[in-house]
């Protein structure tokens, strides 16, 4: 979401007359990303929110109960839930966010424990959702992230 700001003046300083201000051009404000993550362990969210921060282009807040995460999600209104939860609870954390009026086109980014000896994958989309297969590293999700929110470039 883009906010279009008119400032008064040269650093927002007020001007003396009407002409001087109708040439000053638009200033363009753009707002953070809101992006919610969900995990049981608040070491691992804390990792990957200090990440994101660093990154200055996203607000974020941090869930660590299953059951308070669709009220919190509700609440934040997030662009992106990011999902750190084993088997079960993260199926059942996805399934309330997608069949939720308010949240259903929220993208949902899943950072699995499911990964196969033989096989390192570094992310991909399984039965619908986004995913990063564990171990992960930092740039990963950011990258996945960026993609996510802002396309590819």
Known sequence: M???????????????NARECANQPFTTMKFPKKILLIDHEPGVTRLIRRALERAGKYLIREEHD??????????????????DTAGQDRRNIERQIHTDAALKDTPVLSLSNLRPESQMVSGGILSGYSFFAAPIRVEEVLRGVDELLFGKD
């Open 2 to 16: 883009k906010l279009l700001l008119r400032f008064r003046g040269p650093l927002g300083r007020g001007t003396s």
């Open 66 to 83: 299953d059951k308070l995460a669709l009220n919190a999600a509700r609440w934040f209104q997030p662009d992106l839930i990011l999902v």
